[in-house]
């Protein structure tokens, strides 16, 4: 018997869960099914705005082909009209059926676009699943956007980015340094507020401004200038404030968040709540034969939450635990398939060991962050109340800040801004939820200028989105890789957010002056 696979969604998840699955493929045992709205090759929309701006390449983008998937059926321009679950099948916007013993959701999230002034939606683009907007507005999300963004860094011109979470400001980094001319309006006092404390975002606004990133703070944008070009097309020209204010651009970028795309999920009668509701068998709360993995999909317990209105929690919105979604529900689903598709109750369930951290891309400035940094080390602690240990290291002339959050000494968050390898080892000591030591001051003479070696060692973790590490990253050097893109095709390390880009290209130059 040969099991149906079926995946919609050909984003970088679902095609790491196609991935995994080819040894069943092979033996015939299964077949898979991946439907993608978009007629391009997958590729990997989390290096977008590198592409957008010429520092990576298309064939880096590509997560994989039709020859690099045999025997999957790769069905890209097909988009998923509805799920028929009665008859077990998938039905296309072309009319046709494809039917499915296995449904996984990998459909992703779509962007948020604000309500403003002017800003007008010009009917569905071509996959049919988002909306065009008034020229010179996008939200760099595929292919498209980042073709407009491409038009206006090679002109050198000016972008305003709407946004200063973590993919506006590596955006704005991006875009300085291809010399492009960006402007970053946001609405609160400081950029990335949910992962950096005031004196990490007072550093970090301090390194963008010397990069030539102009922050615009406490802007509410409520509406965009459009002008008629020499050709007559109405372009955007300003984003307009409450206040007044006037922020000039040739391109308007919008990174004001995201939304699981739960339409599909909907339709078809499946309980959603930020996402699609799975258990911990990343199942359907509403249908066992569903299921739901990376941006798209709400992990929670239905035997707490199945009464309950609004369920807490959500997608994570990274692709590393996106990716161990995949792999995990592949490796159940091979199980079932061993075990002639009976779904057990009592099966092993998903948990995320990993905890988040966020590794902010680029050359211009150094930031890593993870957990909680909120707690102010000088604030009075109420009575009964336990306070987080809190180390501050500040040296904003140098634009240098590092700050650690402990409880019983175990590292519980932490924040580095321009001091790479003391966030290193943090990233290891959060990772592993391993103690500081005692004097926290050995953590800040890894940034010594005379330091060559990263004090985590061949163990730590390089690739937080593959979990790679540093040992098998030189390992693959040694064996030839002679570029980041070979270290990526080899190990896969790099290939995610590419974040630890920048390191790996420091091990190979390290291993070329070695060998020279």
């Known amino acids: 018997m040969t099991v149906r696979v079926v995946v919609v969604g050909a984003g970088p998840v679902g095609i790491r869960f196609a991935e995994e699955l080819l040894p069943l493929v092979t033996s015939g045992r299964a077949s898979v099914t991946v439907v993608g709205a978009e007629t391009a090759d997958p590729y990997n929309r989390v290096l977008i705005g590198e592409y957008a701006v010429g520092e990576v390449a298309a064939s880096e983008l590509t997560l994989a082909t039709a020859e690099t998937l045999p025997g999957v059926d790769l069905r890209l321009g097909a988009r998923a009209e509805r799920v028929d679950r009665a008859a077990q099948q998938v039905v296309l916007d072309d009319g046709s059926t494809v039917g499915y013993d296995r449904l996984v959701l990998a459909t992703g999230a779509r962007p948020i676009i604000p309500t403003l002034d002017g800003l007008h939606d010009l009917g569905p683009d071509e996959t049919g699943l988002d909306t065009r907007l008034t020229s010179g507005v996008c939200v760099l999300r595929d292919l498209s956007d980042a073709a407009q963004v491409r038009d206006v860094v090679e002109r050198g011109g000016r972008v305003v980015v709407l946004g200063a979470g973590v993919l506006g400001i590596e955006l704005a980094m991006l875009l300085a340094d291809a010399g492009a001319t960006p402007a970053v309006a946001h609405f609160g006092p400081i950029p990335m507020p949910r992962q950096l404390d005031r004196g990490a975002a007072s550093v970090l606004s301090g390194a963008l401004a010397s990069a030539g990133v102009v922050l615009v703070p406490h802007t509410r944008a409520e509406g965009v200038i459009i002008r008629e070009d020499e050709h007559g ?47 911990g068998a990343l199942r359907s709360w509403t249908d066992p034969l569903i299921h739901a993995i990376g941006d798209c999909a709400h992990l929670a317990d239905p035997e707490l939450y199945l009464h309950e209105k609004h369920v807490p929690g959500g997608p994570n919105g990274l692709v590393g635990p996106g990716w161990r979604q995949a792999a995990w529900l592949a490796a159940e689903i091979s199980a079932e398939i061993e075990a002639g598709l009976e779904v057990s109750e009592e099966r092993e369930t998903f948990r995320e060991d990993q905890p988040g951290v966020v590794v902010l891309k680029g050359e211009l400035v150094d930031l890593v962050s993870a957990g909680d940094v909120s707690a102010d080390p000088f604030a009075p602690v109420p009575a009964g109340e336990d306070a987080p240990g809190i180390a501050v290291w500040a040296d904003p002339q140098h634009g240098t800040y590092v700050k650690m959050a402990t409880r019983d000494g175990v590292l519980t968050g932490f924040v580095a801004v321009g001091m790479p390898r003391a966030a290193a080892e943090l990233s290891v000591l959060y990772l592993r939820g391993g103690e500081l030591p005692a004097d926290r001051s050995l953590l800040l003479r890894l940034d010594d200028v005379d330091e060559t070696v990263s004090g985590s060692g061949r163990d730590a973790t390089l690739c937080i989105c593959n979990a790679v590490t540093v040992g098998q990253v030189e390992d693959a050097i040694d064996d030839g890789c002679a570029t980041v893109a070979e270290v990526g095709g080899c190990t896969r390390a790099g290939t995610g957010c590419g974040g630890c880009r920048a390191r790996i290209a420091e091990l190979v130059h390290a291993h070329a002056a070695a060998a020279a």
């Open 233 to 279: 097309e109405r372009r955007f020209r300003a984003l307009v404030s409450s206040d007044a204010k006037h922020i000039e651009g040739d391109l308007l970028v919008l990174s004001c968040g995201v939304r699981a795309r739960t339409e599909l999920a909907e339709d078809a009668g499946l309980r959603v709540g930020n996402g699609v509701l799975v258990d």
